[in-house]
């Protein structure tokens, strides 16, 4: 799914939830809302890595709890890029990618997924 489709997918789920729960998707909630997921991956993260309390959650729970707050994080940032009308291709070509000119084969090693074989 390219970055545009995800970001309208990411916008409808978005209308849901301020219909269902009545919280208005104002510019500052918008942000607050990415600072509050951000804070909630810095737990998950804390959790996975053994440095806060497990609350009594296995091994496969925080490894879960930590990949859905990637997610949540991921979803607020094209939420918040969409309101402010920020293409984030644009902006990655433009920040990151500028330096492929720099890449050398060791940077790529293991990077990329070997291509399919043929039977």
Do not use: C, N
């Not at 994080?73 to 094209?78: E, S």
């Not at 939420?79 to 009308?85: C, E, G, K, M, T």
């Amino acid at each position: 799914m390219e970055l545009a489709e995800l970001s309208d997918e990411l916008e409808i789920i978005s209308r849901v939830y301020e219909r269902r729960f009545g919280v208005p998707r104002t510019d500052d909630w918008l942000v607050l809302k990415l600072h509050e997921e951000v804070g909630e991956l810095t737990q998950a993260y804390l959790a996975r890595s053994g440095r806060s309390r497990d609350r009594g959650a296995g091994a496969g729970e925080v490894d879960a709890a930590f990949r859905a707050e990637l997610a949540d994080v991921l979803a607020q940032l094209l939420l918040v890029a969409r309101r402010f009308d920020v293409d984030l291709e644009a902006e990655l070509e433009r920040k990151w990618f500028r330096w492929r000119h720099l890449v050398e084969p060791q940077d790529e090693a293991g990077v990329r997924a070997a291509a399919p074989t043929e039977p």
